[in-house]
């Protein structure tokens, strides 16, 4: 049974460049949670979402970040006009119910020149 | 806003040494988890506390959920090298649905 899955697992983008990451929950798993980690600090909420739903967007950012969880496919949160403050570790998380345990994906590192 | 204050930030000991690290919030949450996270990995699950006073070991490893289930510690017997990560404790539940509070994590060295 493959673990929560992420991609790409390293990207760098310029300034003003547009980044999108992937998150493909377990197998069974409707639920997904994105976090972000500043580097040597704990990990802060982002958004939860249900299939086609976002249940919780409180932890986002106002302007450029999105974040979708369709019928068919994985998750994806986008970030337009990255900045250098965007650079951190982006965890996905996925559970099979809203109060069960949340497993976690290897994280996608975004670096921005 | 729920919290947690992890503490210490930092702690760098010598193999064999014990050591405990605290997570403390003003908020009552549902369950209290602790989390371990190696460099360039996501946080694995290391144990859930559920009931307040509860008292959870794993090896060499014993964690605790305070009665008023505000607040947690993870204390490590005899710490060895392989210990050496970062600790995450997480909140579940409270005014939180759904989401995880963690804290701002320990980073753990054990010396050989």
């Known amino acids: 049974n493959a673990g929560v899955m992420q991609n790409p697992r390293h990207l760098v983008r310029r300034r003003g460049q547009e980044a999108r990451l992937r998150c493909s929950p377990m197998?069974?798993?409707?639920?997904v949670y994105w976090y972000r980690q500043l580097p040597e600090e704990g990990l802060k909420f982002m958004v939860y979402l249900q299939k086609e739903n976002i249940i919780d967007e409180s932890g986002m950012p106002k302007e450029r970040f999105s974040a979708e969880f369709p019928k068919e496919g994985p998750s994806i949160l986008r970030i337009q006009q990255v900045v250098r403050g965007d650079s951190a570790a982006y965890f996905c998380?996925?559970?099979?119910?809203?109060?069960?345990?949340?497993?976690f994906g290897p994280g996608t590192r975004l670096t921005v020149l | 806003t729920q919290l947690l204050e992890q503490s210490p930030q930092f702690l760098s000991i010598q193999e064999g040494e014990n050591l405990t690290v605290y997570c403390n919030s003003s908020?009552?949450?549902?369950?209290l988890q602790w989390y371990r996270q190696e460099p360039g990995e996501g946080p694995v699950l290391l144990v859930t506390v559920v009931t307040g006073g509860e008292v959870k070991k794993l090896k060499r490893l014993t964690f605790q959920f305070g009665d008023a289930r505000k607040d947690s510690s993870l204390h490590i017997t005899a710490a060895q090298p392989g210990d050496t990560g970062l600790y995450l404790c997480?909140?579940?539940?409270?005014?939180?649905?759904?989401?995880?509070?963690f804290g701002q994590g320990t980073i753990l060295t054990v010396h050989p």
């Open positions: 998380a996925s559970s099979p119910g809203r109060q069960d345990t949340q497993y």
């Open positions: 197998k069974g798993h409707s639920h």
């Open positions: 908020s009552v949450f549902s369950s």
């Open positions: 997480a909140g579940v539940g409270g005014t939180s649905y759904g989401k995880l509070t």
